[in-house]
């Protein structure tokens, strides 16, 4: 009698051991939790120029955003100063260009005189009274400094929106 019972136990336990993996178990294993899976992946990957001027209050940002860009799908290069703009554009092809909203007016003057066509994305930071609603006048999108990186990211996929339309619309407001 104990053999049959102990038959009969082994079966259950057997059969039971597939049923038990399907209850959640999958979520408790390393690497394949709900938390991995929501990692932001660009809807349209683009190439950036990332305009970090030594002393600006947006380096230090744009420096911090750079690997977060890259993880998302897109291809930062970094430049230290706008001097470096019209290089960086002659050698490469640029989608966007994230920079600080006082150097914009001398990187829409590069962009300019190598006839290069690229979106400009102006950072502006949050302490500075009236800078958001400044530029928020003259441009669709704009960043805020410190911001969340994902609002960032929404606001470069919403500029390769505009870009991938082809109604020649950019990011800057027609008066």
Request: proline share 5%; charged share 25%; glycine share 8%.
């Amino acid at each position: 009698m104990s053999r049959v019972t102990l038959l009969v136990a082994a079966i259950l336990v057997s059969a039971s051991w597939s049923d038990a993996e399907a209850c959640g178990d999958k979520f408790l294993r390393v690497g394949r939790g709900a938390r991995y899976q929501r990692a932001y992946v660009a809807v349209h990957p683009a190439n950036l120029l990332l305009v970090a001027r030594p002393g600006s209050s947006v380096a230090a940002a744009l420096r911090e955003l750079e690997p977060t860009l890259k993880r998302a799908g897109h291809k930062p290069v970094v430049v230290q100063n706008v001097s470096a703009v019209a290089g960086a554009l002659d050698r490469g092809h640029f989608n966007l260009i994230l920079t600080d909203i006082k150097d914009v007016p001398a990187v829409e003057g590069a962009t300019r005189t190598t006839g290069a066509r690229v979106d400009v994305l102006p950072f502006v930071e949050q302490a500075a009274p009236g800078a958001h609603a400044a530029a928020a006048e003259g441009y669709r999108c704009v960043a805020e400094v410190p911001g969340k990186k994902a609002e960032v990211l929404g606001k470069i996929d919403e500029l390769m929106e505009l870009a991938l339309k082809g109604t020649g619309e950019t990011n800057r407001k027609v008066p």
